[in-house]
């Protein structure tokens, strides 16, 4: 292995990984937003809008993040509606994570006791009021696990950004493969870069789910 | 009659073509006692759960204060503040403290300041004797305590009437008596409570009438429990007065 | 208004590459889940293992299946074993490998869990009817951990359908690809055809993975 090249290469990594992380903490932060959106609309049991999110889940969990943004970025100009890379990619994950996270949310919601709602009911709470103090604060908790689990996904997933021509660490990669064959050492650099990014995230979710799992509430 | 809280006519439940309830009447008046008893899957919890609007009903009213309680209408959430209910499995919220259990619908619902539930929550609390426990959270107290808990969180929001469904039925036996001297106590003090329980002497001690429900009928109502526990008039009633005996 | 494309799917073969290369991807994900089960036992009696290297081992594979982005996997696989040991891996061998190699994980995992989702009480009264453990394991046991397991590797399998969609990076000529050489061959013609093409790929996908995963769903509901 090439000292030299890896050294020369790290900026161009350390750039991909800053455009990465950029465009994937965006799509998290939408798929918060939209899953939280979702869960809303189907704990309100708003209609119309329930039918269009369980549509939006199924379709979105049951393709491939490639195909979408694929649709996204060259289907979409082709009606009118043209979008930047970047939005591209940070929509396209957005989107992806926010029916993850709508399905997260839910079973974190299921696995709350039905007495939880009564008793808030019973109480005279609005159904509002019971969501907001009671069902989701514990399933927030409950779906902890799941959330960084998608949180992972999602920055995994980014690795196909490069298809719409965002370079980011795969384009890097292959781009600098494809011009100066130094295969070995841009993988290596690769896969530092990669753990660079996930490894705190993944150690935090394992760190997290000990302290929910063995720390309820009152311990 | 003047002084009624609770007046409930022809009421009708059915669930999935099946009728669980049918058409019960019944009149509270402020300060009574009603205990409900009867075999496993007879319908009085859902009795309780349908004066609270937890259920539809199919026919028939419930009127608290002359007002209609109904499911769907606009006013639930008020009419609700006025019927305390407490359930058979610990119901309290796990993510809250004990004193914010009990002051959160105060707060939230009513409205009041923290500064004055908060008071009045350590005052009930200290009835129970739980005061010391105010900053725990729910899973470090035991059954016994989280029902008192409960209780206290039902009576905070001051109802007119309070509904106990079962609550000593998921207990261990050496905590069901540290829960039902608080229920003497409130009777004591003049609480309107509707009562579905399974503790026979308890029954006996502290109802003003007993309602035997049986196949989701009232077979016999009585307001002289001495002489209902003892010598029941109808025979489903005995039959079911029965199976609590081992001779 | 132009048209968007769906003519140009209708014209000569190109609805049947299309399905052509569909079919790829298909094929490439279910020889992957074959193997990844057979291998996801073996891995999941692995991390249940008494010896704690075996386990320390295996959570270790485990993890770096969880952190590495399969894409990079395959970059790894296709174009690091040319370099470091001169093999010219075909590429759809290649993507067989690092699926396998992530579905084994997976699959391992599903299986501990299932594993150590029997409480100990059913191996206690199984015992107590006077069964050897072979038996209890056989008829106790094992057909608990099977129920559980169905519906989780059925998952598995539109998990890997729609992971497999990543060998066109790699230069397999499969759904998408099929897609952008019909939209390339007809630019002058139809120069909306992307919309068509790409939305019909993406029903495509979704036509193969929804089935599977209600089903999956619903086993998972009936046997829970």
């Known amino acids: 292995m090439d000292m030299s090249v890896i050294n020369s290469y790290i900026p161009l990594y350390r750039d991909a990984l800053l455009l990465t992380l950029r465009i994937g903490w965006q799509g998290v932060f939408w798929a918060f937003i939209i899953g939280l959106g979702c869960t809303l609309i189907r704990q309100l049991r708003i209609p119309v809008l329930r039918g269009v999110v369980t549509v939006y889940v199924e379709l979105l969990r049951n393709t491939p993040l490639l195909v979408q943004l694929f649709f996204l970025y060259f289907a979409l100009p082709k009606i009118g509606i043209r979008i930047s890379a970047e939005v591209c990619g940070s929509l396209g994950l957005g989107l992806l994570g926010g029916a993850y996270m709508a399905e997260t949310f839910r079973s974190g919601l299921d696995n709350i006791a039905p007495v939880q709602e009564e008793s808030a009911l019973s109480l005279g709470m609005s159904r509002y009021q019971t969501l907001r103090y009671v069902i989701f604060p514990q399933a927030a908790s409950a779906s902890m696990a799941g959330i960084l689990a998608n949180v992972i996904f999602l920055l995994k997933e980014t690795s196909v950004f490069s298809v719409i021509s965002l370079m980011d660490l795969m384009f890097t990669a292959k781009d600098l493969i494809g011009m100066y064959a130094k295969t070995i050492e841009c993988l290596t650099l690769l896969v530092m870069f990669y753990l660079i990014m996930l490894l705190p995230v993944s150690l935090l979710g394992t760190v997290l789910e000990r302290r929910l799992r063995f720390a309820e509430f009152g311990n | 009659m003047e002084n009624e809280v609770l007046r409930i006519e022809h009421l009708h439940k059915e669930f999935e073509g099946n009728v669980i309830l049918k058409d019960l009447n019944l009149t509270v008046r402020r300060g009574e006692v009603i205990v409900v008893i009867g075999p496993s899957g007879c319908g009085k919890s859902t009795f309780l759960r349908c004066i609270n609007a937890l259920e539809d009903i199919q026919g028939g009213q419930i009127l608290l204060d002359g007002h209609p309680v109904r499911r769907d209408a606009k006013d639930v959430t008020q009419m609700r503040q006025k019927i305390g209910m407490v359930f058979q499995s610990y119901d309290l919220f796990p993510h809250k403290t004990i004193l914010h259990n009990i002051t959160l619908a105060p707060e939230k619902v009513q409205k009041r300041p923290r500064a004055e539930a908060e008071k009045e929550a350590m005052e009930l609390l200290e009835r129970v004797g739980l005061a010391d426990r105010a900053g725990d959270y729910p899973r470090q107290l035991s059954g016994g305590q989280k029902q008192r808990v409960a209780i206290v969180r039902a009576l905070c929001m001051h109802p007119e009437i309070l509904l106990l469904d079962e609550i000593t039925a998921a207990l261990d036996p050496e905590m069901v008596h540290e829960v039902l001297e608080v229920v003497v106590s409130l009777a004591r003090l003049g609480s309107t409570m509707l009562i579905v329980t399974h503790e026979m002497a308890f029954a006996r001690a502290i109802a003003d009438r007993v309602l035997f429900l049986d196949g989701g009928e009232i077979v016999e109502e009585s307001s002289d429990p001495k002489a209902f526990f003892t010598k029941p008039q109808t025979p489903r009633a005995q039959a079911f007065l029965k199976t609590f005996d081992y001779e | ?224």
């Open chain 3, 1 to 224: 208004m132009q048209s968007l494309g769906i003519d140009v799917l209708l014209k000569g073969s190109n609805f049947l590459r299309l399905l052509t290369g569909l079919w790829t991807a298909v094929r490439i994900s279910l020889i992957s889940v074959a193997i990844s089960i057979a291998l996801g036992i073996l891995a999941g009696m692995l991390m249940t293992s008494k010896s704690t290297l075996v386990k320390v081992l295996m959570r270790v594979y485990l993890e770096i299946v969880r952190i590495m982005p399969q894409m990079v996997l395959l970059f790894i696989v296709y174009f690091g074993t040319t370099r470091v040991f001169g093999l010219n891996l075909e590429a759809e061998t290649a993507a067989i490998i690092v699926f396998t190699f992530w579905g084994t994980a997976e699959m391992g995992d599903l299986v501990r869990g299932a594993l150590i989702s029997i409480p100990r009480i059913q191996y206690e009264s199984a015992a107590a009817l006077g069964m050897s453990e072979t038996a209890a394991f056989r008829y106790v046991i094992l057909p608990q951990t099977v129920r559980r397991l169905i519906p989780l590797s059925i998952n598995l399998i539109t998990r890997m359908i729609k992971t497999t969609s990543l060998v066109m990076m790699i230069g397999i000529v499969e759904v998408l690809k099929v897609g952008q050489q019909i939209i390339e061959a007809n630019r002058k013609t139809s120069p909306n055809a992307a919309f068509g093409v790409f939305a019909v790929v993406f029903l495509m996908y979704f036509l193969i993975c929804w089935p599977v995963s209600r089903l999956a769903a619903r086993l998972e509901k009936r046997w829970a």
